[in-house]
């Protein structure tokens, strides 16, 4: 995988090194374009991952209009609908949010929180968003390939992956399979920074138990993608071999259209153990962060402590090893063998329990404390809404009995946009909002803000709330059409136009959102270091935004954890991690 | 955002009582399922509205005014205990009947008859054992035009399968044990007023149980996303009572009627009418 | 699956072991001031070190499910019965030798000998060139021996592991490679310590996979102890 690692871990500037003239760059080029400092490569992911993010919207909506409106769209047929919604998902979930939280947020915020100067190794870091970039490209070549993309579902499953009654079938599979195999190498390289970073860069007193949650959960997500990558590598490697060389890891003995294929004896469940060995870790990799970041939103906009701190650590540490131990909860009905849904749905039940702790906690830090409803801070409620009702949801999904009526129908579809695709998005959104003034030295435009983030919330929930239902009355996910099924009541093409013209608002809403962000680099108001009077580490840096370096002649010492909020009988009702002195708070036992 | 988190809770429930989009009328006797979805509609449901409820007091009562400071609370064993206790029952709540009832889902009942689905690009094609009672073997291998389902001509047990181009028609009544098979990619067999599902893979042979409780045609679908024409590949299951089913039978060809399956066995195709056991 | 889940078992006690040492159950909140935490002296372990340690986690897990892959994929009468291409054992002597020859050149380089770190270094990239030329030999007696990918589940398995194996040796010839260049150029042979002790652990790695896979192709004295840790779950 990464093997380039090794080529260049001679030369690294160590992290340990005090010696500033190294951090600065000396072209246009290698500042802007191929910079090695994490904060630049983290704008470079941040924007990619937007950028198709935008694609990805655009095909949300041909979806939608097909599904609200059968046959409006002239353009869609089945064809073109089973590569939008396969493109769609695949988008989403690994080239938008794995990205964007690890690539994106975990670039920028783990050597500013940590108090470093860079990631340990700032030339493996570059090389990672440019092979991710590539990936990117590689995805996007597929829509000009001749057959165009994959529409074989995100889940890919063969053999209807690779055969010839699936769209995409000459070019878009194999280099949807291409772009995988790079994006894990990308992100492989990535992801050893990142852990590394945070075990041996942390500045002096940074103990762990004094890292912000957002590092907690950046990091152990870090792991659980550098261990969960290399199975999708391995089922994207085999499919692949499938597809050109004709072996036949995952292709029984198959009869198409009358003509018996090459393939024999080969097994399509073990690509789904291999996907969801992947597959489930990866909801995790998406949320953990998620978890981590609204954790500081909802600490620093309530004015107090997290509630529970040790616990939520604890939580998060739970949580990545149990998200090993459930994949099978995909396949409930898959035909495995029948006996291991005991395992899988009581695993799965009892990984709710850590999640549901870090609900409680984020709700009791709500009580009593200072609540100031400021964009970030209602990002970080509504993701606790959304994300409250996606992990019930998931309660129904993981009950392997509940889950055979509801598997691969609309609830399914409502449920893992809810917790997965909406909560994770609108933590993004907070996120964005709360460090672009660290960002860009500028906050984005208040009232923008304020119609895209009610636009979205309300928006979203209307969309995802009613479509359990349809799932519930056994509307199947995957349809192209579901003119003619006897159990499906005229009012369900009611229910499917509005929430296709509801989509087709909340994607307008991220139109408004682009704009602020473009235009707050300019007109926004200016911040400040510290315009959220916030803790941490990256509010503390001597420049705004922070130059490569980060912290000018000499790198901030901690002496506090990262909560320190309306602590009694300070003057300030926070104290920067970076501030000497005792805490004038209850007294050491 | 207080008065729009109570709006979200309260229109929910209402949603939930109130919309015309619920399951449909249940056919089999798989309302065990059912009756555990309830019971995670009410855990999960109270769950929702005190939580939302919570948060939507929480923003009233401690939003920001002039000269307020927050509490100082790290954290309250006590509470965190209580709190992961209550959650666990709940969990525990909703696992116990979930396990209860799958156990029922994979252990079929010694005296259910099979009926075997077979799944290719995009149709379904259905088989029943015939007077036997006994499947015979199918493979691959044998597929071919005038042999759809690649049933083996050399087994006797298959002489007397009845072949099935049509809708399938099921016994009011009596549990069927569901074999499916598929001669190409991944499907998935889903009739909703049955509830129960499987995804049928090529290479093996899945399988589910159900005891038909109603009188009625059904839309059976495929339900595992199979290529271009998944939406369209559909069939439809019909549950007869017994003279309607009988009669239903009566018309139905084996397959030593079927032109692949003449040849070499005369002695079988001479077989009267099948009937079910 | 049961590799893997042993494999990641061990990960976690690893973790676990060290996350007992970082004081999780401690309250930060009480705990003001510069008394304890991160020594400010260098750290422990080398950066660079730690960072070939993840990465050859994840390299471990790779080639882990690769073998859960062939156990669930290949029927178990057909374990071990590819055609013996017959030159197995050398390219596995040769892949040995490379690891040998480059735990020589880190002995060289921590004593400062520039030209025994050279012919460390040759020495080591030949055996690992011997390595490639033999292994490609052994896929052209074994399409010679009609087993092509196509031919059945155990020869595809054969040239994926191996490919997928080659690929990574060649990310190790790279490094050398570059740690060759540098040895030219450097002032102090001694500072090419720490990249030559990297590429050699790396080898050794790469070598251990090597013996595992070998062990689930053939016949090999290890064997049965490898199957016994892939049986099906």
Known sequence: ?589 | MAPVLVLIAVGSIAFHLLSPWWWTPIASDWGYIDATLIITFWITGIAFTAIVLFIAYCLVRFRHRPGARAAYEPESRRLEVWLTVVTGLGVAALLAPGLVVWNRFVSVPPGASEVEVVAQQWRWAFRLPGADGRLGAANIRHVGEENPLGLDPEDAAGRDDVVIDGDLHLPLGRPVKVLLRSVDVIHNFYVPEFRAKMDIIPGTVTYFWLTPTRVGTFDALCNEVCGVSHYAMRGRVVVDAEPDYASWLQRQRTFAQLPAGRGQRRVAAQQTAPSDR | MTLVLLYLAVLAALSARWLSRQRLASKPWLETGMTLGVPAGPHPVAPARLGLAVLLAAIGLLFALLVAAYTMRVPREAWQTLPDPGILWSVTGLLALASVALHGAVRAASRGERDGLLLALAAAGTATAGFFAWQWLAWRRLLDLGAGPGSDAAAAFFYLLTALHGLHVAGGVAALAVIAVRALRAADPRDLRPAAFLCAVYLDALLAIWLVLFGVLYRTPWSGWILALCGPL
């Open chain 1, 1 to 589: 995988m990464a093997d380039a690692q090794l080529g260049t871990a001679g030369p690294l500037p160590g992290a340990e090194s005090e010696d500033v003239e190294l951090y600065h760059p000396h072209s246009w080029l290698t500042k802007y374009v191929f910079s090695q400092d994490a904060k630049i490569i983290a704008i470079q992911y941040a924007s990619t991952a937007l950028a198709i993010g935008l694609v990805a919207l655009v095909l949300s909506w041909l979806v939608r209009l097909q599904l609200g409106f059968p046959g409006a769209i002239s353009f869609i047929g089945p064809k073109e609908y089973y590569q939008l919604i396969t493109m769609h998902g695949m988008i989403m979930v690994i080239y938008l949010l794995t990205a964007l939280f690890l690539g994106g947020f975990g670039n920028y915020l783990i050597p500013l929180m940590l108090g470093a100067r860079d990631m340990v190794f700032p030339y493996v870091n570059m090389l990672s968003y440019w092979i991710y970039l590539l990936a990117v490209l590689v995805l996007v070549a597929s829509f000009f390939a001749p057959g165009g993309p994959t529409g074989a579902g995100w889940t890919l499953y063969p053999p209807q992956a690779i055969l010839s009654g699936t769209p995409g079938q000459e070019w878009g599979i194999v280099l949807m399979l291409l772009s995988l195999i790079l994006f894990i190498i990308g992100f492989t390289m990535g992801g050893v920074n990142y852990v590394v970073t945070v075990l041996q860069a942390r500045a002096p007193g940074m103990t762990l138990m004094r890292m912000p949650l957002t590092i907690w959960g950046i990091f152990t997500a870090t792991i659980l993608a550098l261990l969960a990558f290399p199975a999708l590598f391995v089922g994207a490697v085999m499919m692949l071999l499938d597809r050109l060389l004709g072996t036949s890891f995952f292709m029984p003995a198959i009869v198409e259209a009358g003509q018996r294929l090459r393939y024999n004896g080969g097994s399509p469940i073990l690509f789904q153990h291999l996907f969801w060995f992947f597959g489930h870790p990866e909801v995790y990799i998406v949320a953990l962060p998620a978890f981590g970041i609204v954790s500081d939103l909802i600490s620093t906009h309530a004015r107090k402590n997290i509630f529970g701190y040790r616990m939520m650590v604890w939580a998060i540490v739970a949580i990545g090893a149990l998200s090993f131990v459930v994949w099978a909860h995909h396949m409930y009905v898959s035909g495995m063998n029948p006996y291991f849904g005991f395992f899988f749905a009581t695993t799965t039940l009892v990984i709710a329990i850590p999640t549901a702790i870090k609900v409680y906690n984020w709700v009791l830090t709500l009580w009593r404390g200072d609540i100031h409803l400021t964009l970030p801070m209602l990002f970080a409620i509504a993701f606790i809404v959304t994300f409250l009702n996606g992990g019930l949801t998931g309660l129904f999904l993981g009950n392997v009995v509940v889950d055979v009526p509801l598997s691969d129908t609309m609830f399914v579809v409502a449920h893992f946009h809810m917790v997965m695709g909406v909560a994770p998005i609108l933590v993004i959104f907070g996120g964005l909002y709360h460090w672009y003034p660290k960002v860009t030295g500028r906050m984005l435009d208040e009232r923008l803000g304020q119609l895209h983030f009610w636009a979205t919330f309300l928006g979203a929930y209307a969309i995802f709330f009613p479509m359990h239902y349809l799932g519930l009355m056994g509307v199947p996910r995957r349809y192209f059409d579901i003119e003619g099924l006897s159990f499906v009541t005229p009012s369900v093409a009611t229910l499917n136009a509005f929430i296709s013209v509801v989509a087709l608002l909340v994607g307008a809403a991220q139109i408004v959102f682009l704009y602020n962000l473009v235009r707050s680099l300019t007109h926004g108001a200016p911040a400040g270091p510290n315009p959220w009077r916030a803790t941490t580490l990256e509010w503390q840096t001597p420049e705004t935004p922070p130059p490569h370096g980060n912290w000018g002649a000499t790198p901030p010492v901690v002496y506090r954890w990262a909560y320190d909020y309306s602590v009694p009988g300070a003057a300030e009702d926070f104290i920067p991690q970076n501030q000497p002195g005792r805490a004038p708070g209850p007294a050491p036992a």
